[in-house]
């Protein structure tokens, strides 16, 4: 089932608002935060515009001397723990030293993620970017919910792509065991996993004032396309031979504080207060692919398999007994 909510509404936001619009007048003073990732990339920007608006942001990090580094006069080192994503015993031990402290979460944003890497293997089983951007992150966002249920009006980010629509989730070959792996595939189910981990999030927490949305960031350069060499980048229409911004990416392209917007937006807007479990772009509700122009369909608006609420307990379901392998 599709939500009716997953339509656009009258934000006043768009595709290059900053993070300074989105937080204007918004208080964090005595909220939480956990952002994954949020010492690179957009995920340095989300955090640094968390802690001007008072909040505290804890930086779980798999390479904590260059978070440390990344985040010195922004966060206090405390609150940067080592996690690694592709570890579950990594992620479980944070999960268990958060939840010792018994502490309110306020906001979940999972923003962390691998992209179009090389075929590897997480305990010789599954496939990594899946692993790492779904499994991980399922790991993480199901052991903190009962942290969150604390909070009256607890929300989940969690950052999908525009690149999901290459991808719903293959069921009977998630893990690439029958089929020869394509890494655009992996990564766009992948982000397809994203986007359904916080529909079900949505479900199970509405009871709790929780709430949960995907989030596709736009396109920005990021260390994210590390695994792409420039003549891959040319052919997809992002930059030129000389490794300059093509005209598309001039126009449509975020840099890494727009990129930031839309999460934070999700996180922290009032006008999110009676919508929920939705997938959300450019500061703003998407539109479901099957209203959009065709010339645009590969690039903005939510394929239906992204949202759809049977898809997203089955996930849940799915992901579980795996962890219970």
Not at 143 to 159: A, Q
Request: hydrophobic share 35%.
């Amino acid at each position: 089932m599709i939500s009716d909510l997953q339509k656009p509404i009258d934000s006043g936001y768009g595709q290059k608002t900053e993070p300074n619009e989105i937080l204007n007048g918004i208080d964090l003073n005595g909220k939480t935060v956990i952002v994954t990732g949020g010492y690179s990339g957009i995920g340095l920007e989300t955090t640094r515009a968390l802690k001007k608006a008072g909040g505290r942001v804890i930086v779980p990090a798999k390479r904590v001397d260059v978070a440390i580094n990344q985040l010195d006069g922004i966060v206090d080192k405390k609150d940067i723990a080592e996690m690694d994503l592709g570890d579950l015993n990594s992620v479980q031990k944070f999960v268990d030293s958060f939840n010792e402290q018994n502490i309110t979460l306020d906001i979940l944003i999972n923003n962390a993620g691998i992209m179009a890497c090389p075929e590897t293997r997480i305990n010789e089983i599954w496939e990594s970017q899946f692993a790492v951007n779904q499994i991980g992150h399922f790991l993480l966002t199901n052991g903190l919910m009962d942290s969150m249920k604390k909070s009256e009006d607890s929300r989940l980010v969690s950052l999908s792509s525009s690149a999901h629509s290459i991808s719903g989730i293959i069921w009977d070959d998630i893990h690439f065991k029958s089929n020869p792996y394509d890494k655009w595939v992996a990564y766009g189910q992948s982000k397809t996993a994203s986007s359904l981990l916080a529909i079900e999030f949505n479900r199970r927490m509405k009871d709790h004032g929780g709430k949960g949305f995907a989030v596709h960031p736009g396109g920005i350069i990021t260390p994210l396309q590390r695994h792409l060499q420039n003549e891959e980048m040319v052919a997809f229409g992002w930059t030129n031979e000389d490794g300059s911004l093509s005209d598309f990416a001039q126009k449509h392209f975020k840099t890494p504080t727009q990129g930031a917007s839309t999460s934070l937006w999700c996180a922290t807007s009032s006008m999110l207060n009676e919508i929920d479990g939705v997938f959300c772009e450019n500061c703003n509700v998407a539109e479901r692919k099957a209203n959009l122009d065709e010339s645009m369909l590969r690039y903005f608006g939510v394929a239906d398999w992204a949202i759809d609420t049977d898809e997203a307990s089955k996930l849940w379901d799915k992901t579980e007994a795996m962890l219970s392998q």
